[in-house]
């Protein structure tokens, strides 16, 4: 294992220190806050001269993720970060960076869409491009922010899928919660990440390629295709990384991570920092006999059905807690909700109950009654079969 | 010649086309209504219409105009707007006097 040292950093400055571990060829941002304490912070490291990163204070988010597409195309390691609303003003890059297949990795510090102006945590801006063909990793806490950055890099360079990540952490929660983070050794993160050989770039004089060309009726399909099927082979990909980086530092990563999940016959579905207090709650709810457990997914794109629904084949209740609105959907329940409906039927498993939780919006608080609310509906599903209400509000004011 | 048959299995990850210059290989040609023709006898080769084609569509050939490269050509006549060469006797395919070069509708044309 690799010698590490244990400090106390905020979310955000874990994962300025990632990159700075990583020292990409080009990072391009704007500020916004609750990403600002991540650039200003490798910003730091580029005027100290601590990175070789050529930095590009761009100015706008539209120019952060086109600046990346160029300097990713020309053969470079390149990374970003932004939220909320640069995620939105980026959008149109954001789905040419996918299909042209360039390994772009972008931090992104949840925070809720406008309007009403807000600048807490939901997870409406990642949950908007979740179409987009990027790969999506949302961390929990301040370690798993850094260790995912560290290896978002492998997982969108890998050959087999040359696909951009996003990788996510609650704003403010996490992103400015100062918490115990275990750093990597620089020198075991710099072999760890390797170094970045693309078989063609837009510099290669002496073998000229176009990129971004076009291609209509005869060809875009199938170009489609071929990126949709890149990402359905992330799945294995995802879990060699992670397991590779679990021999490095004793912290193996998978798609999702389960509590009390072995003999539950109720599940609570939840993603990021919200998951710590789920667990809190279920070890609470088991000692009182309650048969509860928690699924905590990673990994939300590609979406991990097979692994999600081996998870809940016991389960009888399901309550999934979405931090996002899918606006105009099925009740108007969140997009995390929608997935797992669709894997469950799909696979054949329609006996389960499932029913949706709308949490956190704006970065309105979660506390454990909340938790315990759900554990009692769930308790009264399995029980009765029945479901009041399929789309319910937690600490909203009724 | 890319392959118009790949498979998306086949195609180009990310779009990447690898074979320089090959735009030559796609058949925009077909897009055209009228067809510039040439007076191949009274043309002075002057090169006006080689200078102003948008689409490189003039052929020459040792200094010479030698033709149109039909694929390409979208029939847009800035070429036989710009001739400046009036013909002294009637067009060779059309028959009329005006320029070295004419536009004619493809429907008239075999």
Excluded at chain 1, 92 to 118: C, F, G, H, Q, W
Excluded at chain 1, 335 to 340: A, E, Q, S, Y
Excluded at chain 2, 11 to 36: D, F, K, M, Q
Aim: proline share 5%.
């Amino acid at each position: 294992m690799a010698k590490s040292n244990i400090t106390a950093m905020h979310g955000a400055h874990a994962v300025a220190h990632a990159m700075k571990q990583i020292n990409p060829d080009l990072l391009a941002a704007y500020p916004i806050t609750p990403q600002t304490a991540i650039v200003q912070t490798f910003s730091q490291y580029v005027a100290d001269g601590v990175v070789d990163t050529e930095f590009v204070p761009v100015e706008s988010e539209h120019a952060a993720m086109s600046c990346c597409v160029g300097a990713s195309a020309a053969g470079g390691r390149v990374m970003t970060a932004t939220a909320a609303n640069g995620l939105a003003l980026m959008w149109e890059i954001v789905y040419i960076a996918a299909s042209m297949r360039l390994p772009i990795v972008m931090s992104v510090v949840n925070r809720a869409l406008s309007a009403p102006l807000n600048i807490h945590c939901d997870h409406s801006d990642s949950m908007g491009a979740r179409d987009a063909g990027w790969i999506q990793i949302y961390a929990e806490n301040a370690q798993e922010a850094y260790d995912n950055t560290i290896q978002a890099i492998r997982i969108a360079e890998h050959p087999d899928l040359l696909t951009p990540v996003m990788s996510m952490q609650d704003g403010f929660i996490t992103g400015h919660g100062v918490e115990r983070v275990e750093i990597v050794d620089d020198q075991a993160v710099r072999d760890f990440v390797g170094t970045y050989k693309p078989a063609h770039t837009l510099l290669d004089v002496d073998n000229p390629a176009t990129y971004g060309a076009w291609a209509f009726y005869d060809f875009y399909f199938e170009h489609k295709r071929q990126q949709s099927d890149a990402l359905s082979k992330a799945i294995p990909i995802i879990r060699e990384i992670g397991a590779e980086y679990g021999k490095l530092t004793g912290r193996t990563y998978g798609l999702l991570d389960t509590y009390e999940m072995e003999d539950a016959e109720m599940a609570i579905i939840v993603l990021s920092s919200a998951a710590g207090t789920a667990r809190a709650t279920v070890r609470g709810l088991r000692e009182k006999g309650v048969k509860i457990g928690l699924v905590k997914p990673r990994v939300f794109r590609p979406f991990p059905t097979e692994e999600l629904t081996d998870v809940l084949q016991n389960v009888s209740a399901v309550g999934v807690m979405d931090r996002a609105i899918a606006f105009g959907s099925m009740n108007g329940c969140g997009p995390l909700f929608l997935d797992i409906c669709a894997a469950l039927f799909a696979t054949g498993k329609h006996n389960t109950k499932v029913v949706d939780y709308i949490f956190g919006l704006g970065g309105r608080d979660l506390v454990p009654a909340h938790i315990e609310q759900i554990a009692k509906d769930l308790q009264s599903i399995a029980s009765t079969g029945e479901v009041k209400q399929l789309v319910n509000y937690l600490g909203l004011r009724e | 010649m890319p392959n118009m048959k790949a498979t998306w299995k086949e195609v180009s990850p990310g779009g990447v086309v690898h074979e320089a210059g090959n735009s030559v290989e796609y058949i925009t040609g077909g897009w055209r209504t009228l067809r510039p023709l040439r007076d191949t006898e009274q043309c002075t080769h002057c090169m006006i219409c080689w200078i102003n084609c948008p689409d490189s569509a003039i052929i020459v050939e040792n200094s010479k105009v030698v033709g149109f490269d039909y694929d390409h050509c979208k029939g847009c006549g800035i070429c036989a707007n710009v001739c400046p060469v009036k013909i002294k006797k009637p067009h060779s395919y059309t028959g009329e006097m005006g320029s070295v070069i004419q536009m004619v509708p493809e429907t008239e044309l075999e």
